[in-house]
Nanobody, 117 residues
Framework: QVQLVESGGGLVQPGGSLRLSCAAS????????MGWYRQAPGKQRELVAI???????NYSNSVKGRFTISRDNAKIAVYLQMNSLKPEDTAVYYC???????????WGQGTQVTVSS
């Protein structure tokens, strides 16, 4: 069974930075993508950033230039460096991994990020 554990959330002032981490446990092979999503109160979950097996990345327009996604293949981990944080970045952030062996996807439990003065 695949489990994803996130860490690194918290309270930060506008303009500050946070680094989120997500580590996978269990047997996962042939990962298609690893990504970060977020869900603010009363809103739908949305994609923040994603990194594919070939190393290519995509970002939401709202975070381009401020957030950077990276991964560690050996540890099966994905990271999200968040700089120049804004109050509108406040949300629960979820890690997602889509894998082909076993086939399917997995979600983390979420970590709260609050940007407030």
């Amino acid at each position: 069974q695949v489990q994803l554990v996130e860490s690194g959330g918290g309270l930060v002032q506008p303009g500050g930075s946070l680094r989120l981490s997500c580590a996978a446990s269990g047997s996962i092979f042939n990962i298609y993508s690893m990504g970060w999503y977020r869900q603010a109160p009363g809103k739908q979950r949305e994609l923040v950033a994603i990194i594919f097996g070939d190393g290519s990345t995509n970002y939401s327009n709202s975070v381009k230039g401020r957030f950077t996604i990276s991964r560690d293949n050996a540890k099966i981990a994905v990271y999200l460096q968040m700089n120049s944080l804004k109050p509108e970045d406040t949300a629960v952030y979820y890690c997602n991994v889509i894998h082909n062996d076993p086939p399917g996807g997995s979600w983390g439990q979420g970590t709260q990020v609050t940007v407030s003065s």
